[in-house]
Nanobody, 114 residues
Framework: QVQLVESGGGLVQAGGSLRLVCTASERVFSDAVGWYRQAPGKQRGLVAQ???????DYADSVKGRFTISRDNAKRTVYLEMNALNVEDTAVYYC?????????WGQGTQVTVSS
């Protein structure tokens, strides 16, 4: 069972930045790793995703502000978040798709104050 551990969340003022980190417990081939978020009363949705060949996709609401990247040697995926606004407040989850299955992290809270 692959464990995903997220970190980097916290409280930030609007306009500020945070970097989320997702680290896998073991080296495993992943077809894609993504960051999802869920705000209170809303469904969980994709924020950004990066494939094994480095292709990236972003939700329209974060394009130009967020950047996803991966370091395979460190089994880590990053989400650099800039120009944060209150609508970005949510619990952010890391999701990894592998031949063995789909794995989720426990989530990290991001709160943006106005």
């Amino acid at each position: 069972q692959v464990q995903l551990v997220e970190s980097g969340g916290g409280l930030v003022q609007a306009g500020g930045s945070l970097r989320l980190v997702c680290t896998a417990s073991e080296r495993v081939f992943s077809d894609a790793v993504g960051w999802y978020r869920q705000a209170p009363g809303k469904q969980r949705g994709l924020v950004a995703q990066i494939t094994s060949i480095g292709r990236t996709d972003y939700a329209d609401s974060v394009k130009g502000r967020f950047t996803i990247s991966r370091d395979n040697a460190k089994r880590t995926v990053y989400l650099e978040m800039n120009a944060l606004n209150v609508e970005d407040t949510a619990v952010y989850y890391c999701r990894m798709v592998t031949p063995r299955g789909v794995y989720w992290g426990q989530g990290t809270q991001v709160t943006v104050s106005s």
